[in-house]
């Protein structure tokens, strides 16, 4: 740290650490960019990381896991924030008659695996986690029954009250095929909705589309629910009104039905998977109990998430690594024990468990959104950099050019990652007084 503070070239290494935004780990770059006049093949500016410190230009990470970097990924909540809300009110290309668009608040569970320890409240007051007067013991001789009212940080949350009655199997391949049943969920709905209304699927485009942007979210337990906004628009999208007969309750009509009826197969081991009977749908409204902005920060805040809740890494386990040796809970080392152990199944190589093990087995991404539903994650990241690129043209730190008439030619190279500690604690006070 004493090191980087005294060397000549410290004011500019703090100014690449501030343009990271903070980033834990950045990534380091070499190379050159050329411009070069297309007319008359002359030289017109040139970029090199030879000046900078270190010879390496350092970039944001971009990761979504707020676990390995905090400030990247509060770049994508906000990314995600931004997208959700234009679906809802407009903006970022998006009509703002699209407020009017019936519009609802899904969330879809995951069926049971096995009683665990769970946080119960009730008009403010906490209650019992499992009471039984006549609770049952199981074969393996544990009381499947507890009376503690459980602290919201209690690291029993989501552990099953017997860890050998619990279906860890079962819990990992919900996992693995969720993103295969929420297709068939997409489907079923669309069928549906098209059913409810008189009409084939192939007739129901001409009068209404389905949109929609949803987000995964682990539970304490270690299996995913999805949490989705669903939105009916005209057949031109956003752009167009949906008929007055596509109606909210037509809509969830659709989603009940779609929700109880879709199935997904794990065939090589003959096990059937669909939601668990906790659906929970709500209206979105612009000024009322669940508005645009609640529903947006909620789905823009697990979108930043992944299985470190339930207790596991954020990184890949190798199939060498000691498991008992992790730092990690119980339960998920059983689960991560029974990814690796499926994974081995020829029947089941498509499922990737051992690859997804840190993972508890999902596969899937963690926010998503249907094409019609508002802009792009890309949409909004090529703005912030234009808007960036012209800053730096209005300030004189790049020449302005007409990009009809030049050739850019750029050269680069991977040269690392990351930040020494010395670095580390140098940009956490920078990037402190920064803000």
């Known amino acids: 740290m004493i090191h980087r503070l005294n060397q000549p070239d410290y004011h500019r290494w703090a100014s690449q650490i501030k343009r990271t935004g903070g980033c834990r780990q950045p990534i380091h770059l070499r190379g050159k960019v050329e411009h070069y006049d297309q007319a008359t093949g002359h030289l017109l500016h040139r970029y090199s990381t030879t000046t900078e ?51 609802l608040f899904v969330t879809l569970t995951a069926p049971s695996f096995g009683t665990v320890h769970v946080r119960r409240e009730k008009t403010g007051k906490v209650l019992p986690c499992h009471a039984r007067r006549d609770a049952q013991t199981c074969p393996h001789g544990q009381v499947m029954s507890c009376t503690e009212r459980h602290s919201a940080d209690d690291p029993r949350l989501g552990e099953p009250l017997c860890p050998d009655c619990y279906d860890y199997d079962g819990s990992v391949l919900f996992n693995a095929i969720s993103p295969e049943l929420w297709r068939r969920f997409t489907l079923a709905l669309r069928r ?51 008929p007055a007969w596509a109606t909210a309750d037509a809509l969830e009509q659709a989603v009940q039905h779609a929700a109880a009826a879709v199935t997904a197969e794990v065939k090589p081991l003959n096990r059937t998977f669909q939601w668990g009977t906790q659906l929970d749908v709500r209206r979105i409204t612009m000024n009322g109990d669940l508005t645009e902005q609640a529903v947006a920060a909620y789905i823009a805040k697990y979108a930043t ?131």
């Open 53 to 103: 410190p270190n010879g390496v230009l350092r970039v944001p990470c971009k990761t979504r896991r707020a676990t390995r970097c905090p400030a990247c990924a509060e770049v994508y909540r906000a990314d995600t924030y931004q997208l959700v809300r234009a679906g809802l009110i407009g903006g970022k290309g998006v009509p703002e008659t699209v407020s009017s668009h019936p519009c």
């Open 192 to 242: 549906r909705f098209a059913r409810l209304n008189g009409l084939t699927v192939k007739a129901l485009r001409e009068h209404v589309s389905i949109a929609f942007a949803k987000v995964a979210e682990y539970q304490r337990r270690g299996v995913v629910h999805f949490h989705a906004v669903i939105r009916l628009d005209g057949p031109d999208g956003p752009d167009s009104p949906p």
């Open 305 to 435: 998430k992944a299985a470190e809740c339930v207790g596991t890494l954020d990184r890949r386990i190798q199939p060498l690594d000691n498991l008992d040796a992790l730092p990690i809970r119980d339960h998920a080392r059983h689960l991560i024990a029974a990814c690796m152990r499926l994974g081995e199944h020829p029947g089941l190589a498509d499922l990737r468990l051992t690859h997804w093990a840190h993972m508890l087995g999902f596969r899937g991404h963690f926010s998503t959104k249907s094409r019609h539903y508002s802009t792009t994650l890309g949409a909004l990241r090529a703005a912030r950099e234009e808007h960036m690129r012209t800053e730096q043209v209005t300030t004189g730190r790049l020449p302005l050019f007409d990009e009809d008439t030049v050739l850019v030619v750029a050269h680069w190279q991977y040269a690392g990652q990351g930040l020494s500690l010395g670095d580390a604690i140098l940009a956490a006070a920078i990037e402190g007084g920064y803000r």
